[in-house]
């Protein structure tokens, strides 16, 4: 068999950061036309390779080739000028601007010397309905969601010609139907020839999609295999270097007591549908549903984030008065956001603030800061979450995506709630780390509080959770126990709320 023509090489590729080793003499070689799936652990360097390809870091030492010609960029311009385009991790629109003028942003349709505004919608809103976004394009990007976000991010890497497309974890933030819709672009571009470097910690989806992948271990290559030759057993083994029994551990001796913690006919600012439902002690409760179901907001609702307009929220059979978060931190209830960047972590203070930003009264003694203790608590944490670190003194911002989140966890789980709400608590989080985390939940499970988990990950849910409600066009559609899990039925219930209303009528 004739050898496929590589449009990348990569030779020697080492970059070192201060403390870590991201990559060390990394060879790969990237096939034209190929999609070549990218893995590891959190912090494994994945991220690092994808910015020395675009420009935004350069090597310490090694070298590139690009279609045979050496390959040097030293920024996201020489990049983008070659072709490579990049949906990044972490999201980088411009908030206070449209999704139009974010798509478009580097090359703005212009008339007569000004922005050509009618056709900058009407290009922005072809390149929504591939993506299959149904906002208005001229929608100022801070008004959206987080997974509607990370689909503008794509609809602007798909907006130029680009000859290698890379996504770093696209569907963290996606639901089936979307992802669904993501792959079939993918083949698409596949089929005009366009090359993809594709990242993700869900494996099944890699495989599904990947004609290659490559596994990374602490900024090491492990092996490059062909997807048909490989299970994903054998790609777990060699990304955490041992055998994993199972993928969600159930504690079935975690008993379920009374209820804690009630919602009552909760309506928020944009949602006129009333939501209940309450959590036992001791309960894992699920919370499935399409993006955009209400999930997020209603979770952020009783959490005082956003408005809401009456309802009641009661824990131990009485009313909390939750005005802002605030209000709801004090009364025993804590919100681990989806949205780390923007709302769960101080990026540029270290992982010792950020894990005691919640609870300074667990840090200080008659109001004077005790920086011992702070520090306990974040090694504690880094300890116990498995977060990759050289030190507790190392800002947040130089963590990988994964650590990040991590992080965010160790914040509320030092704050000691009643009721914790955890809104896609793995994403981004590696298959090792996803297992701490869940028996994380599993012992505060047992210390009997209540707990909430949103997750997209259906399997995930069905995996950790005792009974699910399911979301769909802004209400709760339905409730299914453990014994009757089944993941047809909960997409049915998540999807009937928007077959009701008739013909291809949700937003
Ligand atoms: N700008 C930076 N400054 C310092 N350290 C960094 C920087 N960027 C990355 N690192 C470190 O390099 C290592 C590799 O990080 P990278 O982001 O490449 O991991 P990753 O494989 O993408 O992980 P994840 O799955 O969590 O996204 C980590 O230890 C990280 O903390
Ligand atoms: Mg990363």
């Given at each position: 068999m004739t050898q496929p023509p590589k449009i990348i090489e990569i030779k020697g590729l080492t970059k070192h950061f201060p403390g870590v080793t991201a990559l060390s003499n990394i060879d790969l070689d990237i096939n034209q036309g190929e999609v070549h799936v990218l893995v590891g652990e959190n912090g494994a360097g994945k991220s690092s390779l994808i910015k020395i390809l675009c420009g935004i870091y350069q090597p310490d030492e090694g070298k590139m080739l690009y279609r045979g010609n050496k390959y040097a960029p030293v920024n996201t311009q020489d990049a983008i000028k070659a072709g490579i385009r990049v949906v990044y991790q972490e999201l980088n629109l411009l908030s206070y601007l449209s999704i139009a003028e974010n798509i478009f942003f580097e090359r703005l349709p212009s008339k007569a010397g000004l922005v050509d505004f009618n056709k900058l919608y009407r290009d922005a809103k072809s390149m929504l309905e591939e993506v299959g976004l149904k906002t208005s394009p001229q929608t100022p990007v801070h008004m959206l969601g987080i997974a509607q976000m990370q689909l503008v991010e794509i609809a602007k890497a798909l907006s130029g010609e680009s000859k290698v497309l890379i996504l770093d974890e696209p569907t963290a933030t996606l639901t089936s139907k979307e992802i669904e819709r993501l792959f079939e672009i993918i083949k698409r571009l596949k089929q005009k020839g366009v090359t993809i470097i594709y990242i993700s910690h869900r494996l099944q989806e890699t495989f599904e999609i990947g004609d290659r992948i490559t596994v990374l271990r602490n900024g090491l290559k492990v092996d490059t295999r062909l997807t048909s030759e490989v299970t994903i057993p054998e790609i777990v083994k060699m990304m955490v270097g041992r055998e994993m029994a199972s993928e969600y551990p159930y504690q079935a001796s975690v008993e379920v007591g009374a209820e804690v913690f009630r919602v009552d006919e909760l309506i928020y600012k944009g949602n006129d549908n009333p939501i209940s439902?309450?959590?036992?002690?001791?309960?894992?409760?699920?919370?499935?549903?399409?993006?955009?179901?209400?999930?997020?907001?209603?979770?952020?609702?009783?959490?005082?984030?956003?408005?809401?307009?009456?309802?009641?929220?009661?824990?131990?059979?009485?009313?909390?008065?939750?005005?802002?978060?605030?209000?709801?931190?004090?009364?025993?209830?804590?919100?681990?956001?989806?949205?780390?960047?923007?709302?769960?972590?101080?990026?540029?203070?270290?992982?010792?603030?950020?894990?005691?930003?919640?609870?300074?009264?667990?840090?200080?003694?008659?109001?004077?800061?005790?920086?011992?203790?702070?520090?306990?608590?974040?090694?504690?944490?880094?300890?116990?979450?498995?977060?990759?670190?050289?030190?507790?003194?190392?800002?947040?911002?130089?963590?990988?995506g994964g650590n990040q989140q991590k992080v965010v966890l160790a914040k509320w789980l030092f704050r000691n709630c009643r009721v914790l709400i955890f809104d896609e608590p793995t994403r981004g989080i590696d298959v090792g780390a996803k297992y701490e985390i869940y028996m994380l939940l599993w012992k505060l499970a047992e210390q009997g509080k209540a707990i909430i988990v949103v997750s997209s990950d259906l399997p995930e849910l069905m995996g950790i959770s005792h009974r699910i409600v399911v979301f769909s066009n802004g209400k709760i559609a339905g409730e299914v126990m453990r014994d009757d899990f089944d993941q047809e039925k909960i997409l049915s219930i998540a999807y009937r709320e928007y077959i009701n209303i008739g013909n291809g009528k949700q937003n």
């Open positions: 439902f309450s959590v036992k002690s001791g309960e894992i409760l699920g919370v499935a549903g399409l993006v955009g179901s209400g999930r997020t907001e209603t979770m952020r609702a009783i959490f005082g984030a956003d408005p809401k307009k009456s309802g009641k929220v009661i824990l131990n059979g009485k009313e909390l008065v939750i005005h802002q978060p605030k209000d709801a931190v004090e009364g025993g209830i804590c919100l681990l956001t989806e949205d780390r960047k923007g709302q769960g972590l101080i990026l540029d203070m270290t992982c010792e603030v950020n894990t005691s930003l919640a609870n300074l009264a667990g840090v200080s003694r008659s109001g004077l800061m005790e920086f011992r203790k702070e520090a306990e608590a974040a090694d504690r944490y880094v300890e116990e979450l498995a977060i990759k670190t050289p030190s507790t003194k190392k800002w947040v911002r130089f963590l990988s």
